[in-house]
């Protein structure tokens, strides 16, 4: 007869215990550092959009005024008021003119070509109405965008 004392089974199950524990906090371990690290990443990637953004924004502050001037007059009763964009440049000018009006929600955009120290107009003739609150802005890669609301009169 072979004699078993209970003993013998107690250090092995034991050790299979503390064995799955060491696993259980591995695991925990590795989950909360994998955790860390997605939280790491989305703030390196928060951290070089700010980066994007205010190198962007320098860049754009070291640019010069944009040399056009506007002014509104009246081409006629039929036509309404137009906008006059007048360069002070020595060379013609490329501007993209965006122009909205918020109160009727009309917006049209506009690829203009100012001659040296000229002028062009936009208005009703070119399909937008010059019109109290309207907005125009002006871009041109050279230079700072210039913005203007249309006065009451």
Same mark, same amino acid.
């Given at each position: 007869? =072979? @004699?078993?004392? !209970?003993?013998?089974?107690? +250090?092995?199950?034991?050790?299979?215990?503390?064995?799955?524990? /060491?696993?259980?906090?591995? @695991?925990?371990?590795?989950?909360?550092?994998?955790?860390?690290?997605?939280?790491?990443?989305?703030? @390196?990637?928060?951290? !070089?959009?700010? $980066?994007?953004?205010?190198?962007?924004?320098? !860049?754009?502050?070291?640019? #010069?005024?944009?040399?056009v001037t506007l002014s509104y007059s009246m081409a006629s009763p039929e036509v309404g008021r137009v906008a006059v964009l007048k360069s002070d440049f020595p060379r013609s000018l490329e501007l993209v003119a965006m122009c909205s009006t918020p109160r009727t929600g009309q917006r049209k955009r506009y690829n203009? &070509? =100012? +001659?040296? #120290? /000229?002028? &062009?107009?936009? /208005?009703?003739?070119? /399909?937008? %109405? $010059? $019109?109290?609150? %309207?907005?125009? &802005?002006?871009?041109?890669?050279?230079?700072?965008?210039?913005?203007? &609301? $249309? +006065?009451?009169?």
């Open positions: 007869m =072979i @004699v078993t004392h !209970k003993d013998e089974a107690g +250090p092995w199950k034991r050790a299979a215990l503390l064995f799955a524990l /060491g696993c259980l906090a591995a @695991v925990w371990w590795g989950h909360s550092q994998w955790r860390r690290s997605e939280a790491l990443e989305r703030d @390196v990637a928060a951290a !070089k959009a700010e $980066v994007a953004e205010a190198r962007e924004a320098t !860049k754009q502050a070291e640019k #010069r005024e944009l040399p203009l &070509v =100012i +001659p040296a #120290r /000229g002028e &062009v107009e936009i /208005g009703r003739e070119d /399909g937008w %109405s $010059v $019109v109290a609150g %309207s907005r125009i &802005v002006l871009y041109n890669a050279a230079f700072r965008p210039a913005e203007y &609301v $249309v +006065p009451d009169s």
